[in-house]
């Protein structure tokens, strides 16, 4: 369940708002995304980053929200520089790909290194696939396995394993 680092767990304001965020994450899952919205923005306003990376997702989509690649890109940001996991891979994306920013490889594989280090395994996967192209960093076929092997332990659906398989018949 999504908490808020930035607030004491023992303030009943944190819990309220905690409370809101769990209840416009249950609401977006069941696609009730007016509902999720009322609940996520006021939650994302006062700092939660679990409802800033929403409310990012949510302009991403266009789910309550119009599709706005550049409000995504902000509220991505502002939860991805308080430690939020999902948006700092969310933010090496929007890089790698340039949507509503300058595509900088570099600066991708940096959001994708701090992702990595707290357990997305997309974002190591992503790492891998850099290290093994040499985009953004310095091409490295044992990185790029490390990362893959990283990758193919996390839970989250990622392709590190193919990624893995690939670089086993390069590296010796």
Known sequence: RPTNAGVSAASPDSVALDRDVN????????????QAWALLLPAALEGHPVAQHRIGVMYVMGQGALADAAEATRWFRKAAEQGQGESQYSV?????????????????????????????????????????KGEGVSRDLVEAYKWAIVASNLPDPNDGNNTMR???????
Do not use: N, P
């Open 23 to 34: 209840r416009g994450c249950d609401a977006w899952k069941t696609g009730h995304y007016s």
């Open 92 to 132: 090496g994306m929007r890089y790698l790909l340039g949507q509503s920013v300058a595509q900088d490889s570099k600066e991708a594989s940096r959001w994708f290194k701090l992702a990595a280090d707290q357990g997305i395994g997309v974002a190591a996967a992503s790492l891998a696939k850099q290290y093994a």
């Open 166 to 172: 690939a670089l086993e018949r390069s590296l010796t």
